[in-house]
């Protein structure tokens, strides 16, 4: 599921428990969907945060004043 699918259904329940007109039982459904999405969105973030960071550091170099590895 990509990202902002994951988020826009994330946010639909969330707000259908704010709501308060959720009975018990389907409450905590929606709880545990909430809660495998976050942890989804979170796992894609930290992806797309890693592939960034290879991005920036590969296009960048070395930082300046970063001593050069030898072999």
């Known amino acids: 599921m990509p990202f902002e699918g994951a988020l826009k259904e994330l946010e639909a ?10 009975d018990l039982e389907d409450s905590i459904a929606l709880y545990e969907r909430g809660q495998l999405l976050k942890a989804h969105c979170e796992k894609k973030l930290k992806s797309a945060e890693g592939r960034l960071e290879k991005i920036v550091m590969g296009a960048a170099g070395p930082e300046v004043g970063e001593p050069m590895e030898t072999a």
Do not use: F, M, T
């Open 13 to 22: 329940i969330v707000s259908r428990l704010e709501q308060g007109e959720v």
